[in-house]
């Protein structure tokens, strides 16, 4: 199918719903588009066995979901949970129906923000119902609508372009927190993390963590599609599916990736600070070691007793000066072969 994300759709038909949750309503023949449906048109009791409808609702209402679920015998428990924008990823079988819940997300800032899309598939029907979401299905429907080869194999190869579009718009999460863990590796190598920086690493670590919860049932959603015989899904479908799954694991994978790469650049980070200040405390204590020479010294013979036989030399001022400079000259050299200077 590609990658979802980089579609360019062209000008988009509107169905014939008055209604803005409806965001598109057709039936398809053979892979084409024939024409528009509504809600309550029993469009699947009076078209040909490889034909199918694909609608797709966004935040819709109750009234719609109840019309929609009476015209295609959907069971009341998946249109519950449709109408729930926070429901957690699932697959459930209800009959000869597949009901899939996928949460979809995107970035907000330096947070992650979900939202839920319910995927109805049945005899010759798709039904999507996003709750949340931020990327529309526009775009997906006009790049499979100009490729009609995939439409032709039916609702369950629709499917799996809907969920690859959904796991796709993780990349571009995960690639942008990633840079920004690079940049802010470059920055603690260069200079001490300031408190915001500090602030900003918990704070990505935490939307990581609250994304791998996110992600893993959706890794348990691409197994049974991978794993088990479900109904209205053709065994043609499966490699699909499989490169679905691998897709997810990509995404776990990167994730775990920039998790271990924010922790290690906080400790690098406070390991630096402790080496650099370490640094400043051996210079302090180098230099003070230099500077109790002359200090001794001067309080030695700044006591004032009068026995003290080195007052009356004639050249001792000159010689006190020449064996303060020659010890805190030797002391310096000293601390500087050591590093501590």
């Given at each position: 199918?590609?990658?979802?994300?980089?579609?360019?759709?062209?000008?988009?038909?509107?169905?014939?719903?008055?209604?803005?949750?409806?965001?598109?309503?057709?039936?398809?023949?053979?892979?084409?588009?024939?024409?528009?449906?509504?809600?309550?048109?029993?469009?699947?009791?009076?078209?040909?066995?490889?034909?199918?409808?694909?609608?797709?609702?966004?935040?819709?209402?109750?009234?719609?979901?109840?019309?929609?679920?009476?015209?295609?015998?959907?069971?009341?428990?998946?249109?519950?949970?449709?109408?729930?924008?926070?429901?957690?990823?699932?697959?459930?079988?209800?009959?000869?129906?597949?009901?899939?819940?996928?949460?979809?997300?995107?970035?907000?800032?330096?947070?992650?923000?979900?939202?839920?899309?319910?995927?109805?598939?049945?005899?010759?029907?798709?039904?999507?119902?996003?709750?949340?979401?931020?990327?529309?299905?526009?775009?997906?429907?006009?790049?499979?609508?100009?490729?009609?080869?995939?439409?032709?194999?039916?609702?369950?190869?629709?499917?799996?372009?809907?969920?690859?579009?959904?796991?796709?718009?993780?990349f571009p999460i995960?690639?942008?927190?990633?840079?920004?863990?690079?940049?802010?590796?470059?920055?603690?190598?260069?200079?001490?993390?300031?408190?915001?920086?500090?602030?900003?690493?918990f704070t990505l670590?935490?939307?990581?963590?609250?994304?791998?919860?996110?992600?893993?049932?959706?890794?348990?959603?691409?197994?049974?599609?991978?794993?088990?015989?479900?109904?209205?899904?053709?065994?043609?479908?499966?490699?699909?599916?499989?490169?679905?799954?691998?897709?997810?694991?990509?995404?776990?994978?990167?994730?775990?990736?920039?998790?271990?790469?924010?922790?290690?650049?906080?400790?690098?980070?406070?390991?630096?600070?402790?080496?650099?200040?370490?640094?400043?405390?051996?210079?302090?204590?180098?230099?003070?070691?230099?500077?109790?020479?002359?200090?001794?010294?001067?309080?030695?013979?700044?006591?004032?007793?009068?026995?003290?036989?080195?007052?009356?030399?004639?050249?001792?001022?000159?010689?006190?000066?020449?064996?303060?400079?020659?010890?805190?000259?030797?002391?310096?050299?000293?601390?500087?072969?050591?590093?501590?200077?």
């Amino acid at each position: 199918m590609g990658e979802a994300h980089g579609f360019r759709s062209p000008p988009q038909v509107a169905a014939p719903e008055s209604a803005m949750s409806v965001v598109a309503a057709f039936l398809y023949h053979e892979g084409k588009r024939l024409r528009p449906v509504t809600l309550i048109d029993p469009a699947c009791e009076h078209i040909a066995k490889d034909d199918f409808v694909w609608i797709g609702l966004s935040q819709p209402s109750e009234t719609e979901l109840a019309d929609i679920a009476g015209n295609y015998g959907l069971h009341p428990l998946a249109v519950e949970d449709a109408g729930n924008g926070h429901q957690i990823s699932k697959l459930d079988v209800y009959g000869d129906q597949l009901f899939i819940v996928a949460r979809t997300a995107h970035l907000e800032g330096d947070h992650i923000a979900y939202g839920s899309t319910a995927i109805f598939l049945g005899k010759n029907f798709l039904i999507t119902v996003r709750q949340g979401s931020a990327r529309s299905h526009s775009e997906l429907r006009a790049h499979l609508e100009i490729t009609p080869d995939l439409l032709r194999e039916g609702p369950d190869y629709v499917l799996h372009a809907i969920l690859d579009f959904i796991v796709d718009g993780y990349f571009p999460i995960v690639e942008a927190i990633e840079e920004d863990v690079l940049k802010m590796e470059q920055r603690m190598l260069a200079a001490f993390l300031t408190r915001e920086e500090v602030t900003r690493i918990f704070t990505l670590r935490r939307e990581l963590v609250r994304f791998q919860r996110v992600l893993g049932p959706m890794l348990e959603v691409g197994r049974k599609l991978v794993n088990l015989q479900l109904p209205r899904l053709d065994e043609a479908s499966k490699p699909y599916f499989r490169d679905l799954l691998d897709h997810m694991l990509r995404v776990e994978s990167a994730i775990t990736g920039i998790r271990d790469i924010l922790i290690s650049v906080f400790e690098a980070s406070h390991l630096l600070e402790q080496q650099r200040q370490g640094a400043i405390t051996r210079q302090l204590a180098a230099w003070a070691a230099i500077l109790a020479v002359p200090t001794a010294i001067a309080g030695i013979y700044g006591m004032n007793f009068e026995n003290m036989p080195e007052l009356k030399t004639q050249w001792g001022y000159f010689v006190i000066l020449g064996v303060i400079a020659a010890v805190c000259i030797g002391l310096y050299i000293r601390f500087k072969r050591n590093h501590w200077l």
